[in-house]
């Protein structure tokens, strides 16, 4: 049996000896065991027993996930509080596919899907409805407090919790996400400690308007990788108090943060809550510097690699909505397309275009007029994850448009700011 | 030519003798693994086209030398999933601490799948620069890491 290097407590040792059954003690060896590999001093409880899990695919290959599902339920083990995971894959009604790519997606892709769900749900799934990268929205409320020591993945959201709300979780792998969440308890290293939130980057923000979201968090990802940023110049533009506006500027620039380098946390001077405390007493006394303006701007916009195979098509197919949309942006986003239809001329977006939302955020939009609005359109709302969309080799032939930039590195989606993607929709310029 | 030696972190231990696939720039678990365990193939090409060092390159049974890896928080679970089916690349050398990801994979991996998978860290700089594709090495129990 493997010997533990940090100090468990009476209880944590307990679980490990296997006074909980097999399963629990082999859980508890693998935090233990990874805990050990980054010289954490001991296990710490989870603070927000609700967990956020990054793996809701039934991808077929994933076969040591599915067994191991099976032991937890055969063993009738339940995480603490029940959880939310990442978006479904697949919405055949508002996502359309054709014949050949329904074939790959039920059949090989994503053949274990609703094996994978029967199995979470045992194990503690919130609802049907918790399948979102976006679980902190108000809508969804799976919302941690300052100081909550959680048990997530997903890097989205876990930038967004350590940086938005001011909880503490590291950058996890999908399984050790679910097994802190049954255990209640992760161990004490990086995020989760004071000294691991410590900025060794300080970046100036010194553009004359404000900076698209998903290109500043690209820029600061590419540039900082895994150290955490702090911001400065940033709530020029923001504002000093984290309102809805902020809320989906922060959601979208931490994404791209987390999937264009591997950022898990930053600080905004003046907004976010540990920069509002201790201001610049964060940023470490060796920090480097890095400064951003519009031409920096410019040249990591146009540093983005076009993938597609026909590079002087147009775009056929527009994901708006990674991570999903905020109400307020999808709020947004139907007055723009309105808006710019009326002026073009036109009732109907010119190329097939689907919003991404929560399904709790798309319960409470179907519940205005703005739904109506925005259907009318001719845009889908839908609640998949397209990078799960795109890992059918078949949807390689179509050509996505996105203003995501998460999208974008994980697939051969090309990149477009909002503005761009709107006139292109409804038919102001051609893309 | 003199051996040339370099001694890092134990994670995993294991012997090995054999060759080295070597990536300078980080690997993406998902996007080098998924396409081979994607076929249920017997060996690992990796498909990753954005990582030129090691792209096609056949890594099974190979010891792979990076900086850490990058990519999805699926990167453990897809770790897992390779040594599980017995096409991992036999040895992770990593020039840096290893990540969070994949410290899971090879923790899910050796407790879950029993796998033998080797892993070493912190190798430093120099073993990446010296280190080439090809190249022969012997990985000890003690995290000694033998260029031959």
Redesign the interface.
Known sequence: MYEPKMKLSVEQRAILDGKEGAIKAKIMETIVMFGDIFEAPRLVKVAHDEGHLVTSFGIGLLKPLFATMDKLNEAGIKTKGAFTVDPRPLDYENVKCNLLEKLVFSKVLYSQQKRYEAQLMKVGLRDKNAFTCASYLDEVGNIPKHGDILSWAESSAVVYANSVLGARCNRNSGMLDLFGSIIGYVPEFGFITDEGRKASWKVIIKTTAIPEAQILGSAIGMKVMEDVPYIIGLDKFLGTKIDEAAQGYLKDFGAATASNGAVGLYHIDNLTPEAKKFGRELIRKDAREYVIDDAELERVYRSYPVMWKKKDKKGNLVFIGCPHLTLKQINDWTDRIAKGLKETGRKKVLVRTIALTAPDVLDKFRDTPKYQELIATGVKVSSICPLMYTNNPLTKMRRIITSSNKLRTYSIARYYKDAEILDYIVGKAGK | MRMKTFKGRV?AAGYYKGEAVVSHQGVNT??TF?KS??K?AKEVIVSDQNNPDIYEKNITGKALCLPIT?????????I??VC??GINPACFLFSEH????A???I??A????NSKVIAIDQLGKEFLDTIKTGDIIEVKEDGIVAIL
Request: hydrophobic residues 50%; glycine residues 12%; charged residues 10%.
């Open positions: 994670i998902l996007a998924q365990a994607l249920n990058i990519g999805s928080t699926t990167g453990g679970l897809v897992q999933t599980s089916m290893i990540d969070s990801l410290a899971s994979g923790v899910l050796r407790i879950w799948e």
